[in-house]
């Protein structure tokens, strides 16, 4: 099948169309269960747009032949990157009852980061979506200085840990598969 010149191709914006969850425990991060994923915290609204830091990367095994003149590779180890999670920060403040995100994630504490693209933050998880998780052990806490116009936040450094990670390739079980 040839795609034709001018064929437009439709996109979804990223704004409002992203859910991020802290999750204490999941047994299987290929397929996380709708109790697994409803025993964890919301915490997309803490999130600052563009906050999320993860970028995995795959190193090349180098296979080179002597009877060739080409090299050739394979893939190699696998490394989640720096990662990192801004998030709004209301310690000392009026809303301080309003900062999940900051005391879940407080250095030292492990869990999942769960994130969902592509549907609206308040639509229903549901069997069958695919899914980043992340497993990670938390860092210290780095309070950010703030620029004009912008809200109390500080990064949370991430720490990929076992059993590591799914990008965008985990799915939500069946309820029927979760109970096997």
């Given at each position: 099948?040839?795609?034709?010149?001018g064929?437009?191709?439709?996109?979804?914006?990223?704004?409002?169309?992203?859910?991020?969850?802290?999750?204490?425990?999941?047994?299987?991060?290929?397929?996380?269960?709708?109790?697994?994923?409803?025993?964890?915290?919301?915490?997309?609204?803490?999130?600052?747009?563009?906050?999320?830091?993860?970028?995995?990367?795959?190193?090349?095994?180098?296979?080179q032949?002597?009877?060739?003149?080409?090299d050739?590779?394979?893939?190699?180890?696998k490394?989640?990157?720096?990662?990192?999670?801004?998030?709004?920060?209301?310690?000392?403040?009026?809303?301080?009852?309003?900062?999940?995100?900051?005391?879940?994630?407080?250095?030292g504490?492990?869990?999942?980061?769960?994130?969902?693209?592509?549907?609206?933050?308040?639509?229903?998880?549901?069997?069958?979506?695919?899914?980043?998780?992340?497993?990670?052990?938390?860092?210290?806490?780095?309070?950010?200085?703030p620029?004009?116009?912008?809200?109390?936040?500080?990064?949370?450094?991430?720490?990929?840990?076992?059993p590591?990670?799914?990008?965008?390739?985990?799915?939500?079980?069946?309820?029927?598969a979760?109970?096997?």
């Amino acid at each position: 099948m040839t795609l034709k010149l001018g064929t437009e191709i439709p996109g979804t914006s990223a704004e409002g169309n992203i859910t991020t969850l802290w999750v204490p425990t999941i047994a299987d991060i290929k397929r996380p269960t709708m109790a697994e994923l409803e025993a964890g915290t919301d915490i997309s609204n803490y999130v600052m747009l563009g906050g999320w830091t993860f970028e995995p990367s795959q190193d090349t095994v180098s296979d080179q032949r002597e009877n060739s003149t080409q090299d050739f590779g394979a893939p190699g180890r696998k490394s989640a990157g720096d990662i990192s999670i801004e998030v709004i920060d209301n310690t000392n403040t009026e809303h301080a009852e309003q900062n999940k995100a900051v005391t879940l994630m407080a250095e030292g504490n492990s869990g999942f980061i769960v994130r969902r693209r592509g549907m609206a933050t308040d639509a229903p998880l549901a069997a069958g979506q695919k899914l980043t998780v992340v497993s990670v052990k938390c860092g210290e806490k780095k309070v950010l200085n703030p620029d004009a116009n912008t809200m109390i936040r500080s990064a949370i450094p991430l720490f990929a840990q076992a059993p590591g990670w799914e990008s965008e390739t985990a799915e939500i079980a069946s309820a029927a598969a979760s109970h096997a």
